[in-house]
């Protein structure tokens, strides 16, 4: 039949293999929906499998296990050796997650929502980042927050005594004190309440990178401007590019054509940020060359210098080193460590001072401008900020891992072998799928996941589960 869909995502890929698409779309319907989705393989004939996507921890198949029916011996093992409540990551995981203002109520609270499309809001929950701060990022003012309120998965209501510079579309980011020093760590005050601090390290924790740069990858835009940047000069001198290989993120690059006769467009973003000194600001850009000016070093790309000292040019008049071959892309970089505390102009630019009869003809493409926790260059595209995408791996961590798992050897008598056609017809063990066990002695009841099943094919009835609360289970029976 047809099936009506609730909701519309848009999941941007590149180069994605099947399983990293479908992961794209398992954490895009949980932005939208606020439902966690998992992941399973299930063999297509003999030649592939199919990738397919449910609710975490459900199933279609169902049966009832209960006492004086078919429940035989019943052993519960509980395990604590993945649970945690408060969660470190490696140093710098947490620097600065930034997020995106999106309603304010003056001098009572600002609503939240993270800036990269993925991760959702900063709170799993209400209370978790009271009495943390809120920076801004524009001018460095701190906030103390007196109150936490998660209104949706995307949105998190942040309350403070005062709003009076903070807009709707500004961003900031969370903080340990009023100094902005990093977030140490992310925890669950729920969680705490049930079982204590029990701390565990992030299992994986990308660089605290956080890119200045709105709509960096350049996938929204117009045919002749990608939203938040800048176009000058002749505005048909640039164009947007959707050609296979004329882009490399986000699924568009800017073309800049300079010159030719017709006039020179010239392309830019730039940034007010407050930042500290000793901060260093990375930058990164994808360029594609497909011809080079000869009438003299007027057409660069430039990365503007926070300490406004000295910009970083690369010519484009075939003289530079950095680019002097036509018909391929080039990943450029350059970082700058901020001399002193306060506003900074950051920006990325593709511009030509005059116009000669022969130009410049390049695309631009993923412009980044990011604050490095740890200093390092950018070795890749940065979208949003990853300190909040490491915040969101914790709180998810949380979603598995928050209750210790409780694991349940079942033998029963396997109805369904028994009369697969009859009363036995919907109780299938299915590997996979969920099982309801009541017992009323011990007052149990619950619905797991089948992780193994054994078999006694000498007796029809005889068979033996183990359920687990948890699906990870289900990875480790599968591994040994």
Request: charged share 15%.
């Amino acid at each position: 039949g047809t099936i009506t869909p609730t909701d519309t995502i848009d999941v941007a890929y590149s180069n994605d293999t099947p399983l990293s698409g479908a992961l794209k779309v398992v954490t895009a319907v949980k932005a939208v929906s606020g439902t966690a989705y998992e992941i399973s393989v299930r063999r297509n004939g003999t030649t592939g499998y199919y990738l397919e996507i449910t609710i975490y921890n459900t199933a279609a198949t169902a049966p009832d296990l209960l006492q004086a029916k078919s429940l035989v011996d019943l052993r519960v093992l509980d395990d604590t050796q993945d649970h945690a409540t408060r969660i470190y990551g490696s140093e710098g995981a947490y620097a600065r997650p930034t997020y995106q203002v999106s309603t304010v109520t003056a001098n009572t609270w600002i609503e939240v929502q993270e800036v990269n499309g993925m991760g959702g809001g900063p709170a799993r929950e209400d209370t978790q980042w009271a009495n943390y701060y809120w920076i801004e990022q524009k001018n460095g003012t701190a906030h103390q927050i007196t109150a936490c309120t998660k209104q949706s998965f995307a949105t998190t209501r942040l309350s403070m005594a005062s709003t009076a510079t903070i807009v709707a579309a500004d961003r900031g980011y969370l903080a340990l004190n009023s100094s902005g020093d990093d977030v140490p760590y992310v925890e669950s005050p729920s969680l705490q309440t049930t079982w204590g601090i029990n701390v565990k390290q992030l299992p994986t924790s990308v660089p605290a990178f956080t890119n200045y740069i709105l709509n960096a990858d350049m996938r929204n835009g117009t045919g002749s401007a990608p939203t938040s940047w800048t176009v000058t000069g002749t505005a048909s001198s640039v164009t947007r590019i959707t050609t296979a290989g004329r882009w490399k993120t986000g699924t568009a690059s800017y073309r800049i054509l300079n010159g030719f006769g017709i006039g020179a467009g010239n392309l830019a973003q730039t940034q007010t940020v407050n930042l500290k000194v000793g901060d260093v600001v990375a930058y990164g850009a994808w360029l594609y060359v497909n011809l080079l000016t000869t009438a003299g070093a007027t057409a660069a790309l430039t990365f503007t210098d926070p300490n406004g000292t000295a910009n970083y040019t690369v010519k484009l008049d075939g003289t530079d080193a950095t680019v002097n071959q036509l018909g391929r892309w080039y990943w450029i970089t350059a970082t700058f460590a901020v001399a002193t505390t306060g506003n900074k102009t950051i920006g990325v630019s593709v511009t030509q001072s005059t116009i000669p009869a022969s130009g410049v003809d390049v695309y631009l493409d993923s412009g980044c401008a990011c604050y490095s926790r740890s200093g390092a260059g950018l070795s890749a595209v940065v979208i949003g900020s990853l300190a909040a995408t490491n915040a969101a791996t914790a709180n998810r961590y949380f979603d598995v891992n928050g209750t210790p798992p409780a694991s349940y050897e079942v033998s029963v008598l396997d109805l369904y072998r028994m009369d697969p056609t009859g009363v036995g017809v919907y109780e299938s063990l299915s590997l996979g799928g969920t099982a309801n066990v009541t017992d009323t002695d011990l007052g149990v009841t619950v619905s797991p996941r089948v992780v193994r099943v054994e078999t006694n094919h000498l007796t029809a009835h005889d068979t033996r589960i183990i359920l687990s609360t948890q699906t990870r289970e289900l990875t480790r029976v599968l591994a040994a």
